[in-house]
T-cell receptor, first 115, second 115 residues
Framework: GAVVSQHPSRVICKSGTSVKIECRSL??????MFWYRQFPKQSLMLMAT?????????EQGVEKDKFLINHASLTLSTLTVTSAHPEDSSFYIC???????????FGPGTRLTVT | AQKVTQAQTEISVVEKEDVTLDCVYE???????LFWYKQPPSGELVFLIR??????QNEISGRYSWNFQKSTSSFNFTITASQVVDSAVYFC????????????FGKGTKLSVKP
């Protein structure tokens, strides 16, 4: 149990376009989802915390107008990278937390390349 | 402030050697959780262990063992009789108890096990 999926797993887009990444908890309800970003050979850094039905909380230095997060249901959160630029190329990983447990489950990640 | 330090950036060992990955953390919370994750080249995070701040018992799982010492704020990870398949980046992470829950990751230790 406790499976989190991400779609797409890999995406290449042109500079200036927008890309949407989906994070789904497949077999549990997640009141909270977290979005992390990992640049090559670096650690994972939290971008934002997404609670179902409310606005996401962004970490300092993360542009909320550029990284739009929507958590419309207990099983789905989306991250939209708007007007993507090459410096946004990164590995984006979501995690979902069970409603009644503090355990977090990570998705497999989405590798974004902006050309 | 919370912080996780993995001082070893890269470690290289020969198969069957034992290897210990160090993790030192900082937190003012009395309730917190510590984690270890493995990240193979595919990028997906593989959960290894979660330990809460009230449980200082060491744990052994097959060739893996963990040594949690609150007195030195350390949560070290040992692989016994390493194998080539153990080659990966290993992350130590810290999360707060209560409702916050996001993980703070160390910078990771890249382990290379050579045949």
């Amino acid at each position: 149990g406790a499976v989190v999926s991400q779609h797409p797993s890999r995406v290449i887009c042109k500079s200036g376009t927008s890309v949407k990444i989906e994070c789904r908890s497949l077999d549990f309800q997640a009141t909270t989802m977290f979005w992390y970003r990992q640049f090559p050979k670096q650690s994972l850094m939290l971008m934002a915390t997404s609670n179902e039905g409310s606005k996401a909380t962004y970490e300092q230095g993360v542009e909320k107008d550029k990284f739009l997060i929507n958590h419309a249901s207990l099983t789905l959160s989306t991250l939209t990278v708007t007007s993507a630029h090459p410096e946004d190329s990164s590995f984006y990983i979501c995690s979902a937390r069970l409603r009644t447990d503090y355990e977090q489950y990570f998705g497999p990640g989405t590798r974004l390349t902006v050309t | 402030a919370q912080k996780v330090t993995q001082a070893q950036t890269e470690i290289s060992v020969v198969e069957k050697e034992d290897v210990t990955l160090d993790c030192v953390y900082e937190t003012r919370d009395t309730t917190y959780y510590l984690f270890w994750y493995k990240q193979p080249p595919s990028g997906e995070l593989v959960f290894l262990i979660r330990r809460n701040s009230f449980d200082e018992q060491n744990e052994i799982s097959g060739r893996y063992s963990w040594n949690f010492q609150k007195s030195t704020s350390s949560f070290n990870f040992t692989i016994t009789a390493s194998q080539v398949v153990d080659s990966a980046v290993y992350f130590c992470a810290l999360s707060r108890g209560g409702s916050q829950g996001n993980l703070i990751f160390g910078k990771g230790t890249k382990l290379s096990v050579k045949p």
